[in-house]
């Protein structure tokens, strides 16, 4: 009989023991969801307000398409170019442009810009399309959107003073104001998309101050800008993010 | 402890549900269709979650036609963005004692 009582109660402890146990394991499992959840969280936060989808390999082709431009530009106008930077001659535009007008250099230089810049564009939406299909994000969503607003603000505010610029007749400063602008622009989309191309954006503009000051030397630091730091970029952007 | 239990949310256990709100506290608002893509759910799911998070008051909407279409778009409110770092703080120091 005694033996019994003792049981029972031997059970009834036993048994709240139990009780209790499981109710503090629910609880630490839903603390566990929780936790869970939490890094979900910081990945939706990044995913709504940042674009994540440019390539690296999108940079190392503009990069390529911007030199091939500036290898074009100084083949047809070599003299011009070489007296420029190897000869420091007086500015005697006739003798440098080799008997072709002004106007023919500047309708040159326009076209090879604008090739250019088609051609870059277009790889950097393939491959953000391509990077976009890979990872399964949206490419057309409210931070794409966001990112080239704020990315083409300043681009389009510079292409508007370049312009500017080629009316006054002041073709010196169009590689320095490019340069400063972009980089401008870079600066600013940086909040939409991933941060590194913050560095880029001073890269630019420091190249475009430099360039300022260096004047006859816009091709190269042009080719340096947007040739050799996008190619650059893009590489150090692809061993880092996609490899 | 007590009070820490207290501040996690319980409408904020739902993945969905937290899901919107972290959407919501970083950007200034966000259409119904942007939040279905983003969280990749149906019409259906997203609007009852939205729902139970706007019945709270922890969301405003706000409806709007864009040419024809109708557009709704969510904002987080005061008392929202208030709950919400509650809870992600309540998290934060679960974390840190485990």
């Known amino acids: 009989m005694l033996k019994d009582v003792n049981k029972s109660a031997i059970n009834k402890y036993f048994s709240s023991f139990v009780l209790q146990s499981t109710f503090k394991y629910n609880i630490m499992k839903n603390i566990e969801k929780q936790l869970e959840n939490l890094n979900g969280i910081k990945e939706l936060m990044e995913k709504s307000t940042q674009f994540l989808s440019l390539s690296g390999l999108s940079g190392i082709f503009a990069g390529v398409f911007a030199l091939l431009g500036a290898t074009a530009v100084y083949l047809k106008y070599n003299t011009f170019f070489s007296a420029r930077y190897f000869q420091n001659l007086s500015f005697d535009k006739n003798q440098m442009l080799n008997g072709e007008s002004l106007s023919g250099f500047v309708t040159f230089l326009l076209l090879i810009a604008i090739v250019v810049f088609v051609l870059a564009i277009s790889t950097v939406i393939y491959f953000s399309y391509r990077k976009a299909k890979k990872t399964g994000n949206i490419l057309w969503s409210n931070s794409a959107r966001r990112l080239l607003i704020n990315l083409f603000l300043p681009i389009f505010t510079g292409g508007l003073f370049i312009i500017a610029l080629i009316l006054h007749h002041l073709y010196y400063l169009i590689a320095p104001a490019a340069l400063i602008f972009y980089g401008l622009g870079l600066l600013n989309a940086s909040k939409y998309t991933l941060h590194d191309i913050r560095y880029l954006g001073f890269l630019e503009i420091m190249l475009g101050i430099l360039s300022s000051f260096f004047i006859g030397f816009g091709l190269i630091f042009w080719s340096l800008g947007f040739g050799l730091l996008h190619i650059i970029y893009g590489f150090v952007m692809y061993v880092k993010y996609e490899k | ?98």
């Open chain 2, 1 to 98: 402890m007590k009070s820490i239990i207290s501040d996690i949310n319980k409408l904020f256990e739902n993945r969905i549900r937290l899901g919107i709100m972290s959407i919501l506290s970083v950007n200034q608002d966000m259409s119904f269709n942007s939040l279905k893509e983003i969280l990749d759910i149906t019409d259906g799911n997203l609007a009852s979650h939205l729902k139970a998070l706007e019945k709270n008051n922890y969301l405003a909407v706000t409806k709007q036609f864009i040419g024809r279409k109708p557009n709704t778009s969510y904002r987080i409110t005061d008392n929202g963005r208030k709950a919400f770092q509650d809870h992600i703080k309540a998290l934060e120091i679960l974390l840190k004692n485990k």
